[in-house]
């Protein structure tokens, strides 16, 4: 299942837990595997290959970009795609106080979408490694890296969901500038529309097109105007005032800007390519 990833932060916040162990596996097709999850709760993060984990014939499909969690004791069942190997490493983890145990999240299957994320592996293969020697230090450094690692893994879904928000927030605002360029259009009345702020609105369109909203309106309207001077003889002021630019001496100056002629030239130009 899926899990609100604030909802699983406040319980890690407020839940103490300690690392029980840190297990790197490799799968081979065919090799025979356990049919129910140990005696205490753990993350799997995956390396290489591809595998379907049920976790109480709940279905994961499992890839390097997820983790997934599975509780205590739970039926499981595995299911490896193709011949490649299966490698992942897992985390066992207890919860230090058994009357928080019932209440918390550690009995739950679900899933997170990381994505694909270098820091991610660099910290959870550095836990691996660490637990792995003696000393009073590493256990320590072991509990220390868990929570590197967890914190990580929250900020890649936090971060992965927060560019889907962003990509389908400017895809609708495009489409809406496409369709009404021709009338008035301001950063303002954008946000509005939209129910956001207008930080938030900038930083979508810089990030997604490299400009801000009011520059993209503009080059939108004279690319639309390009068109025109192309394909019609309209007098070029009243093409600056169809693509939503009332001030012709303007539009010629932001024309000449972006294509390096005015419309004048740029339309004299092409019909003498015509010629």
């Not at 691996?128 to 879904?157: K, S």
């Not at 809406?176 to 207008?198: C, G, P």
């Not at 997604?208 to 309209?234: C, W």
Request: neutral net charge; hydrophobic residues 35%.
């Amino acid at each position: 299942m899926k899990i609100d990833v604030n909802q699983l932060a406040e319980h890690l916040a407020h839940t103490p837990f300690q690392v029980e162990g840190v297990y790197r596996y490799a799968k081979n097709p065919g090799v025979p595997h356990a049919d129910y999850t140990d005696s205490f709760p753990g993350f799997v993060f995956p390396l290489t290959g591809k595998v379907q984990f049920q976790f109480n014939d709940t279905p994961y499909i499992l890839s390097p970009g997820k983790v997934v969690h599975g509780g205590a004791k739970m039926k499981l069942a595995q299911k490896l795609f193709g011949n490649t190997n299966w490698e992942y490493i897992l985390v066992q983890y207890r919860i230090c106080h058994s009357e928080l145990e019932e209440s918390s999240l550690s009995h739950q299957h679900f899933e997170l979408s990381t994505g694909q994320s270098p820091r991610l592996i660099e910290l959870i293969m550095r836990l691996w490694h660490v637990y792995n020697q003696r000393g009073g230090i590493p256990m320590f450094q072991t509990e220390m890296l868990f929570r590197d690692v967890l914190n990580e893994a929250l900020l890649c879904v936090v971060n992965r969901q927060n560019s889907c928000e962003s990509l389908t927030l400017f895809e609708r605002v495009s489409h809406y500038i496409h369709e009404y360029y021709d009338q008035s259009l301001t950063i303002e009345s954008l946000a509005e529309h939209n129910n956001v702020n207008r930080n938030r609105l900038s930083y979508v369109f810089r990030r997604h097109a490299g400009m801000g909203p009011g520059e993209y309106v503009l080059k939108y309207r004279i690319n639309m105007a390009q068109e025109m001077l192309f394909t019609s003889d309209v007098p070029i002021q009243q093409i600056a005032q169809s693509v939503g630019i009332a001030d012709p001496f303007y539009f010629s100056r932001v024309f000449k800007k972006q294509f390096g002629v005015s419309p004048t030239e740029y339309r004299a130009k092409f019909i003498n390519n015509l010629c």
